[in-house]
């Protein structure tokens, strides 16, 4: 755990990979195998992947694409970002680059009768092609996205979640030991507005992950309660954290 907290650090969106390094065996069988580890936001919802060369796609970066597939289930998006930042996180920590690639179109739409979702671009990286400086992320202000509590100590890092075209749509209201989390709905970005919502819900499963990060290093413990889904509001509620200091 706290070595994915680190990674909070050092990840970051890859638009331009190394071409001369590419994947041994072994790396890819290590990406296999961490895949089986992720720990789902939701039990219950089947999710498939498979790894394919990029030029199986449209994904225009990178050496391979991380195709994934999940059963259309309440919080399915959810439960894709949540999941899958957990690889990002620890790919990172092994010098893998990667790349939430929202707009890239695949040959097969199904793969084992579960529907696509999203891929992930993949490819090996320097190390010095990382974060070096977290904070010269483009970030919005703190208080742009949390409203209330700050003593939790943990805003400052949660906002530098990935999200599509940089969006953020996360917002949090912190008060008496309880975080409520909501996504927007009034974006500007250049992603199709019919998309804009199915994008921000994974984006918001990415942002639940790193909240939990936090929450974790930080020692408090949390009991989540998800929200129904709900599209029609203006402030969509997410979910909400009951908070406890440990110790």
């Given at each position: 755990m706290k070595e994915l907290y680190?990674?909070?650090?050092?990840?970051?969106?890859?638009?331009?990979?190394?071409?001369?390094?590419?994947?041994?065996?072994?790396?890819?069988?290590?990406?296999?195998?961490?895949?089986?580890?992720?720990?789902?936001?939701?039990?219950?919802?089947?999710?498939?992947?498979?790894?394919?060369?990029?030029?199986?796609?449209?994904?225009?970066?990178?050496?391979?694409?991380?195709?994934?597939?999940?059963?259309?289930?309440?919080?399915?998006?959810?439960?894709?970002?949540?999941?899958?930042?957990?690889?990002?996180?620890?790919?990172?920590?092994?010098?893998?680059?990667?790349?939430?690639?929202?707009?890239?179109?695949?040959?097969?739409?199904?793969?084992?009768?579960?529907?696509?979702?999203?891929?992930?671009?993949?490819?090996?990286?320097?190390?010095?092609?990382?974060?070096?400086?977290?904070?010269?992320?483009?970030?919005?202000?703190?208080?742009?996205?949390?409203?209330?509590?700050?003593?939790?100590?943990?805003?400052?890092?949660?906002?530098?979640?990935?999200?599509?075209?940089?969006?953020?749509?996360?917002?949090?209201?912190?008060?008496?030991?309880?975080?409520?989390?909501?996504?927007?709905?009034?974006?500007?970005?250049?992603?199709?507005?019919?998309?804009?919502?199915?994008?921000?819900?994974?984006?918001?499963?990415?942002?639940?992950?790193?909240?939990?990060?936090?929450?974790?290093?930080?020692?408090?413990?949390?009991?989540?309660?998800?929200?129904?889904?709900?599209?029609?509001?203006?402030?969509?509620?997410?979910?909400?954290?009951?908070?406890?200091?440990?110790?």
């Amino acid at each position: 755990m706290k070595e994915l907290y680190d990674m909070i650090f050092k990840r970051k969106s890859f638009r331009k990979f190394n071409d001369a390094l590419s994947f041994s065996e072994e790396e890819l069988q290590d990406i296999n195998e961490e895949i089986k580890r992720l720990i789902p936001l939701i039990t219950g919802i089947e999710v498939k992947y498979e790894i394919v060369p990029r030029e199986k796609t449209t994904c225009k970066r990178g050496e391979c694409c991380l195709l994934i597939y999940s059963e259309e289930k309440e919080h399915y998006l959810l439960n894709v970002g949540y999941m899958f930042e957990q690889l990002d996180l620890y790919l990172a920590s092994r010098n893998i680059g990667v790349c939430w690639y929202g707009m890239g179109k695949v040959n097969e739409t199904q793969y084992n009768n579960l529907p696509y979702v999203i891929m992930l671009a993949l490819g090996k990286a320097e190390e010095n092609q990382f974060r070096k400086d977290y904070r010269k992320s483009k970030r919005k202000e703190t208080s742009d996205i949390w409203k209330g509590d700050l003593s939790f100590e943990i805003a400052e890092f949660v906002k530098y979640a990935p999200s599509a075209c940089n969006t953020q749509p996360w917002r949090v209201v912190c008060e008496n030991h309880t975080l409520k989390i909501y996504r927007i709905t009034e974006i500007k970005s250049i992603i199709p507005k019919e998309k804009v919502s199915f994008y921000n819900s994974i984006d918001m499963g990415i942002f639940l992950y790193f909240v939990e990060l936090a929450l974790s290093h930080n020692k408090i413990s949390f009991q989540r309660t998800l929200s129904p889904e709900n599209n029609e509001a203006d402030l969509i509620p997410i979910g909400i954290y009951m908070l406890k200091k440990e110790g």
